[in-house]
């Protein structure tokens, strides 16, 4: 009996297998444009995100160029210990860590409040020019932007001036005060990114049902009370996706605005991991330990990402997974 069960049983996967194999081939004939035009990307995240992952092997290693990255001696943990005993560990974490967090307490739900405002307009003139005028820091380059903030923040400076004046402020240049780098930091950042990023839940919001703020205001709710019971729980989803994300990038501050923006006389409170592996790998020729340092931060983004995920799942119902 067992026999004629195995013989009735086997030919069931290759006809399974065979029919997913045509299914997948119909698709892809069906569909071969939309799959040539993926190939670009996929490319990109083969060559430039998983590719490079072979190098990530020389933070567990003592590497050397001329030996290359599989002949380079093992040293295991070393250089993560050595990173986690130096003196420099508990400074840049806590300024990463700081200075990550101020971004996402004021700088993630700007753009949030800069949708729900723009959405009250009316006046399309003056909406499209406020979209118009918030949009632009974004497309101006990092370093053009970074001289700005330089030149208006300097003791001649309309901002330092401006202090001065007001507050009766010392007229010392505010970048080299480590006390005011962060803050300078995240208002910048804002200022550059809150039209871009306000787009999103601009989209969200135009697919919200017209028809429950119809109802609403028919049962004589007020603005805020639609913003709070309608608006705010429609674009909730889109708000939980793009604060996962953020908390996957918690601490990959950017260092080219940090490099661009730091100084000696600042490093106490500006100095993050990405400029400490900067100034380790491409200035000191110390490959094998900026790569340990960076892998540790990798590693504590992705659980981050997962927390968030997590927490989400359990707190809202929307996650990424």
């Not at 002949?71 to 974490?93: C, K, L, M």
């Not at 979209?131 to 901002?159: A, L, R, W």
């Not at 996957?248 to 950017?254: E, K, Q, S």
């Not at 923006?261 to 020729?285: A, H, Q, W």
Request: glycine residues 4%; charged residues 15%; contains cysteine.
């Amino acid at each position: 009996m067992n026999r004629n069960l195995q013989n009735t049983a086997t030919p069931v996967a290759p006809s399974r297998a065979g029919s997913l194999r045509r299914t997948v081939a119909k698709d892809f004939i069906t569909n071969k444009y939309l799959y040539l035009m993926i190939l670009p990307v996929l490319a990109y995240y083969v060559l430039f995100h998983y590719a490079p992952m072979y190098g990530a092997m020389i933070a567990f290693k003592n590497y050397s160029p001329m030996k290359g990255i599989l002949d380079s001696p093992w040293v295991g943990f070393a250089h993560f210990e050595s990173f986690f005993n130096s003196f420099y560990f508990w400074r840049i974490f806590k300024n990463t860590i700081l200075i990550s967090l101020y971004s996402l307490l004021f700088e993630f739900p700007m753009p949030i409040l800069l949708a729900l405002l723009l959405n009250e307009v009316k006046n399309k003139t003056f909406k499209k020019t406020a979209q118009s005028i918030t949009y632009m820091p974004y497309f101006i380059s990092m370093i053009v932007i970074c001289g700005m903030i330089k030149d208006f923040t300097n003791s001649g400076g309309f901002i330092n001036t401006f202090f001065v004046s007001v507050m009766g402020t010392d007229g010392q240049a505010m970048l080299q005060k480590p006390e005011l780098f962060r803050s300078l930091y995240v208002i910048s950042d804002i200022w550059q990114r809150i039209g871009w990023e306000s787009i999103i839940y601009m989209a969200a919001l135009t697919s919200i049902d017209q028809e429950q703020y119809e109802a609403a205001r028919i049962d004589g709710a007020s603005r805020m009370q639609q913003i709070r019971n309608i608006t705010l729980p429609g674009i909730l989803p889109v708000i939980v996706i793009m604060f996962i994300l953020r908390s996957g990038n918690l601490l990959n501050v950017g260092f080219e605005k940090i490099i661009l923006l730091y100084n000696p006389v600042v490093y106490e409170t500006s100095d993050v991991i990405s400029s400490f592996v900067y100034r380790k790998g491409l200035l000191e020729f110390n490959w094998s330990y900026s790569s340990a340092v960076g892998l540790f931060n990798s590693v504590l983004n992705l659980l981050l990402l997962i927390a968030a995920n997590r927490f989400s799942k359990k707190v809202t119902d929307n996650s990424l997974w």
